[in-house]
């Protein structure tokens, strides 16, 4: 089969799903293009050639330059057909969230979102997703001509394997958008996205209030990691929703993930569960979030958190 993977790009730099995805293809076995719309392309190429894309078609208009709901899913509904593609490949991300379904209703294509284990099968692709919450996984086999598959970040590895990456142009004359953005507007430059990142260190109500974040916000600046938060603080003000880890907010799979103040509701646990070790702080024993903890402190975060901080600087 062949798989046709769209490089999602964000403030003229490649997101790393981008990468995660072609290594998968890698893997895979099967040949693979990889599309690129908008943004810079010729150095975007450069960049996803390292990982081994050996093809990147690129999709330039003027109006293509920011994303554009509409105009990027009929690009890429256009280039599976002109291309041949049986498989899209994208990452679950805002992004794909929100492209997947509309490249999907399109090519009357069939869809499995975040996935955390892509196979083949002979001719068949088989998948795995979480499901209720994550409590359990569903194993799917979509049969429609077309497939539509988004790939939860973190999941697999980004792997180097450098390739000269043939790069082929296509000018889009007559884009029939409905809408154009016009404008973007952006949270904090340089801030580490808590999907993307390898180590999270999140707060929950426990911290009692966001005079005390300079704890968290402390803690994860010594592990390189990204700041999350539980629902509950960002209902109550304490922290913006693009830090929100759980059902309602970002699904997450870091290598470590440190739960500060968190009870452990199924909401926030859907977000974080695929983390590969998840360490726990809380002074309630019986805090939900201790049933998937590989490690699990029980007492007091604000006598814990200081100490770790003074380690982690004395160290």
Same mark, same amino acid.
């Given at each position: ?39 810079? #392309? %010729?150095?975007?190429? *450069?960049?996803?050639? @390292?990982?081994? +894309? ?9 109006? !293509? #330059? %920011?994303?554009?709901? *509409?105009?990027?899913? @009929?690009?890429? +509904? ?9 498989? !899209? ?227």
């Amino acid at each position: 089969m062949k798989i046709l993977i769209y490089a999602e790009h964000k403030e003229g730099k490649l997101r790393k799903i981008a990468f995660e995805n072609i290594s998968l293809a890698k893997s895979l076995g099967q040949p693979f293009e990889v599309a690129l719309i908008g943004g810079n #392309a %010729e150095s975007m190429a *450069d960049v996803l050639g @390292k990982y081994g +894309a050996e093809k990147v078609i690129t999709f330039k208009n003027a109006a !293509l #330059a %920011e994303y554009s709901p *509409d105009g990027y899913a @009929k690009v890429l +509904a256009d280039a599976i057909k002109k291309q041949n593609a049986d498989v !899209l490949l994208m990452g679950a991300t805002s992004t794909g969230k929100d492209l997947a379904p509309r490249v999907s209703a399109l090519l009357n294509a069939a869809m499995a979102t975040d996935c955390t284990e892509v196979k083949v099968d002979g001719s068949d692709l088989i998948l795995k997703r979480p499901m209720y919450a994550g409590k359990v996984k569903a194993t799917i086999k979509l049969t429609s001509p077309v497939k539509i598959v988004t790939v939860r970040p973190n999941v697999y590895q980004a792997v180097e394997a450098p390739a000269s990456a043939q790069l082929e142009s296509v000018d889009v004359y007559k884009p029939d958008f409905r809408s154009v953005v016009k404008e973007i507007i952006s949270g904090a430059k340089g801030k580490l996205d808590v999907t993307e990142a390898d180590i999270i260190v999140s707060g929950g109500r426990g911290m009692k209030g966001p005079e005390n974040w300079h704890l968290i916000e402390e803690l994860a600046s010594l592990f390189g990691a990204a700041n999350g938060a539980s629902r509950a603080a960002v209902d109550a003000g304490w922290r913006p929703h693009d830090e929100q880890v759980g059902q309602t907010g970002k699904t997450v799979s870091p290598t470590l993930y440190i739960a500060i103040g968190i009870s452990g509701a199924i909401q926030h646990l859907a977000g974080m569960s695929s983390s590969k070790y998840i360490v726990a702080i809380n002074k309630d024993p019986d805090a939900p979030i201790f049933k998937v903890a590989d490690y699990g402190i029980v007492a007091d975060l604000f006598e814990v958190v200081p100490r770790m901080i003074s380690e982690l600087k004395a160290a």
